[in-house]
């Protein structure tokens, strides 16, 4: 009965974390470029009583053994890299990625970090930004004098100048993708930095080599679900409180046995 406390005890403790990641989702349903968690779990180590394949008292064999399971542990929390929905924002410095790939941002550290928020602005010498104001990579100076911005779905850059009707190049808005994205390390903010489990970025022009398009005017949204987080809430905290239950049923039990004497 000491052991079912301890085994209730860890169920518990993985529907605390897997509220604590549903909570997260859901905090961020309007986050532009937010791609929701997922908890994983694994099973503890299992107490054998029993061994597999061992003979019985007659010599025959025991077809099935017996093995105690001892709760659940966190195996990991990933990220859900589909696709959210876009919305026509209008804005030319908007951009949403449909299909595979990031957006590179140059941190203040000198390294990269990988994002799918497109809501990048311009600074005051010109340069496209992020809200937090760090570079888009490679770096692109929109002119004072630009008017009609525009990108095409392969990123390239262009604007027209002091009343030329011929349009001028600024530069090409080049995608990231990985091998595994799912293996990013997230920074908040929106951004993604790499890691030995994502391995290392494939950079090239938007609409090449499996990476997406880029689509001006367009945000990407969330790809929260909540109606599938609500679920999922209410499915978690229903685990949560069976296994709560449990410790109730096992105290109780060890009551009755601390009583047996009176």
């Given at each position: 009965m000491i052991r079912s406390l301890y085994t209730a005890a860890t169920g518990m403790n993985a529907q605390d974390l897997n509220i604590s990641v549903i909570s997260n989702n859901l905090s961020n349903v309007n986050t532009?470029?937010?791609?929701?968690?997922?908890?994983?779990?694994?099973?503890l180590l299992y107490q054998t009583l029993r061994l597999v394949g061992t003979q019985s008292a007659n010599g025959n064999q025991v077809p099935t053994g017996a093995q105690l399971g001892l709760g659940v542990k966190p195996a990991a929390i990933q990220?859900?890299?589909?696709?959210?929905?876009?919305?026509?924002?209008?804005?030319?410095?908007?951009?949403?990625?449909?299909?595979?790939?990031?957006?590179?941002i140059a941190r203040p550290d000198g390294t990269?970090?990988?994002?799918?928020?497109?809501?990048?602005?311009?600074?005051?010498?010109?340069?496209i930004v992020t809200s937090d104001g760090l570079l888009l990579s490679p770096t692109i100076t929109v002119p004072p004098d630009a008017v009609n911005l525009s990108i095409d779905s392969q990123g390239t850059v262009?604007?027209?100048?002091?009343?030329?009707?011929a349009a001028t190049q600024l530069g090409v808005i080049q995608?990231?993708?990985?091998?595994?994205?799912?293996?990013?390390?997230?920074?908040?903010?929106?951004?993604?930095?790499?890691?030995?489990a994502s391995g290392t970025p494939v950079i090239g022009n938007a609409g090449v080599l499996n990476r997406g398009t880029i689509q001006q005017g367009f945000l990407e949204?969330?790809?929260?679900?909540?109606?599938?987080?609500?679920?999922?809430l209410i499915a978690a905290q229903r685990a949560y409180e069976v296994n709560s239950k449990t410790v109730q049923t096992a105290d109780e039990m060890l009551q009755i046995s601390n009583n047996l004497k009176r």
């Open positions: 532009v470029g937010f791609k929701r968690s997922r908890a994983d779990f694994q099973d990220k859900n890299f589909i696709q959210g929905d876009f919305v026509a924002t209008q804005n030319e410095l908007d951009m949403a990625i449909q299909g595979d790939g990031f957006f590179q990269i970090g990988y994002t799918r928020a497109g809501a990048f602005k311009i600074d005051n010498a010109g340069q262009n604007v027209n100048q002091g009343g030329q009707t995608l990231a993708t990985f091998q595994n994205p799912a293996g990013l390390k997230s920074e908040g903010s929106n951004i993604f930095t790499q890691s030995d949204l969330s790809n929260v679900s909540v109606v599938e987080e609500m679920v999922n």
